[in-house]
């Protein structure tokens, strides 16, 4: 299967193809670079990338997109889109390269769908999108080089314990990477790095700076020595939102409304920042027995973030189901983290929902 998705890569004509990942994620930014620094190594050129959110009209993006002959759907769950993809292949080839919860296996349909569950037996939330967009690219050249990137993804979506041989690989490759307390997590010179990567979230522009610099870095230590300039930006959104995030880790039994019973803790985010899913990560991973759910309020949409890193609870079944019952609602991910989006006008009837659906859950 990942021998499909290579040879679909190496048929591409850069300047007619698009890729279109996961805005502001971590893994997705990742795995991004890597693709288009495989198609500048093959054809000294770059394709077109666009940043996408669950909450934007996929309509939209669709019309934008089929101008395209080649579009690359990069870590995004875009399989529940069923009528709208089979549309656009009738005007591009279309291939979805993704770990998130499935919802249609998209090769049943004539697109290529490359999904772990579709080939690994390990735990395919956990076969992040910047690891498959490595081993898939892998196959069209030696991009070793690359590697810290798919290393890189795999701390940001919590993967890397799944994937210590190759983490151990890519320390060999660059030791400086590895100092810290916890190599497979972010207390280490490259968890650091992913922070700086997810300073993303600041801003469009932020979002720009961050996959240009994974798009050009050929020394990963380079971005915390701040010898590239766009790191510096990085670092100075960084040390802005991380202020924000500190707020929320260090009060959020203040912050909180906490249910004892459910162990469940939502939490509203009046950032100016897109904070959510970092607060909720670090939350989870400080306090595994709980159910964290943080949203943030916009003007017409709610956007919210689940983690659990126990696993008591299937993260991505309770936003799935939670927003089923909501307008526009749409909700996934993985086990232990999950989020989605809705109305805003719904945003009461999505917090009498939750603790309810959680707990219909926690029975099972």
């Given at each position: 299967?990942?021998?499909?998705?290579?040879?679909?890569?190496?048929?591409?004509?850069?300047?007619?193809?698009?890729?279109?990942?996961?805005?502001?994620?971590?893994d997705?930014?990742?795995?991004?670079?890597?693709?288009?620094?495989?198609?500048?190594?093959?054809?000294?050129?770059?394709?077109?990338?666009?940043?996408?959110?669950?909450?934007?009209?996929?309509?939209?993006?669709?019309?934008?997109?089929?101008?395209?002959?080649?579009?690359?759907?990069?870590?995004?769950?875009?399989?529940?889109?069923?009528?709208?993809l089979?549309?656009?292949?009738?005007?591009?080839?279309?291939?979805?390269?993704?770990?998130?919860?499935?919802?249609?296996?998209?090769n049943?349909?004539?697109?290529?769908?490359?999904?772990?569950?579709?080939?690994?037996?390990?735990?395919?939330?956990?076969?992040?999108?910047?690891?498959?967009?490595y081993?898939?690219?892998?196959?069209?050249?030696?991009?070793?080089?690359?590697?810290?990137?798919a290393?890189?993804?795999?701390?940001?979506?919590?993967?890397?314990?799944?994937?210590?041989?190759?983490?151990?690989?890519?320390?060999?490759?660059?030791?400086?990477l590895?100092?810290?307390?916890?190599?497979?997590?972010?207390?280490?010179?490259?968890?650091?790095?992913?922070?700086?990567?997810?300073?993303?979230?600041?801003?469009?522009?932020?979002?720009?700076?961050?996959?240009?610099?994974?798009?050009?870095?050929?020394?990963?230590?380079?971005?915390?020595?701040?010898?590239?300039?766009?790191?510096?930006?990085?670092?100075?959104?960084?040390?802005?939102?991380?202020?924000?995030?500190?707020?929320?880790?260090?009060?959020?039994?203040?912050?909180?409304?906490y249910?004892?019973?459910?162990?469940?803790?939502?939490?509203?985010?009046?950032?100016?920042?897109?904070?959510?899913?970092?607060?909720?990560?670090?939350?989870?991973?400080?306090?595994?027995?709980?159910?964290?759910?943080?949203?943030?309020?916009?003007?017409?949409?709610?956007?919210?973030n689940?983690?659990?890193?126990?696993?008591?609870?299937?993260?991505?079944?309770?936003?799935?189901?939670?927003?089923?019952?909501?307008?526009?609602?749409?909700?996934?991910?993985?086990?232990?983290?999950a989020?989605?989006?809705?109305?805003?006008?719904?945003?009461?009837?999505?917090?009498?929902?939750?603790?309810?659906?959680?707990?219909?859950?926690?029975?099972?």
């Open positions: 299967m990942l021998a499909a998705a290579a040879d679909f890569i190496r048929k591409c004509r850069p300047e007619k193809t698009v890729i279109v990942y996961h805005k502001t994620c971590g997705g930014i990742c795995a991004t670079a890597v693709i288009a620094r495989t198609f500048k190594k093959l054809t000294n050129k770059f394709p077109k990338i666009i940043p996408y959110a669950y909450d934007e009209d996929f309509g939209k993006l669709t019309a934008e997109i089929k101008k395209y002959g080649s579009v690359i759907f990069l870590d995004l769950s875009i399989d529940k889109y069923k009528d709208e089979l549309k656009l292949k009738n005007s591009s080839d279309v291939l979805i390269i993704d770990h998130h919860e499935l919802t249609n296996n998209m049943e349909n004539g697109i290529l769908h490359i999904h772990p569950k579709f080939f690994y037996s390990g735990n395919s939330s956990r076969y992040v999108g910047a690891k498959l967009a081993d898939i690219c892998s196959q069209l050249a030696d991009i070793f080089e690359m590697s810290w990137l290393a890189a993804g795999l701390i940001h979506d919590v993967g890397s314990e799944d994937w210590k041989k190759f983490m151990d690989d890519v320390y060999r490759q660059f030791p400086e590895r100092e810290g307390k916890n190599i497979y997590g972010f207390d280490c010179r490259l968890g650091q790095i992913v922070s700086v990567i997810t300073a993303a979230s600041f801003s469009a522009q932020a979002e720009k700076i961050a996959i240009g610099l994974c798009i050009e870095a050929k020394d990963p230590m380079a971005i915390l020595e701040r010898k590239y300039p766009e790191a510096v930006k990085l670092m100075n959104f960084k040390d802005k939102i991380n202020k924000d995030i500190k707020k929320y880790v260090n009060n959020w039994k203040s912050l909180c409304n249910n004892i019973d459910l162990n469940l803790a939502v939490c509203e985010i009046k950032s100016r920042h897109a904070i959510g899913g970092p607060v909720s990560t670090i939350l989870s991973l400080k306090n595994t027995d709980i159910i964290f759910v943080t949203y943030k309020v916009g003007s017409k949409i709610v956007n919210f689940i983690r659990n890193q126990n696993i008591k609870i299937n993260c991505s079944d309770l936003a799935k189901n939670v927003t089923a019952k909501l307008e526009n609602g749409t909700g996934g991910g993985h086990i232990p983290a989020g989605g989006s809705f109305a805003a006008k719904d945003l009461n009837r999505f917090l009498e929902l939750l603790p309810k659906i959680a707990k219909e859950m926690l029975k099972k």
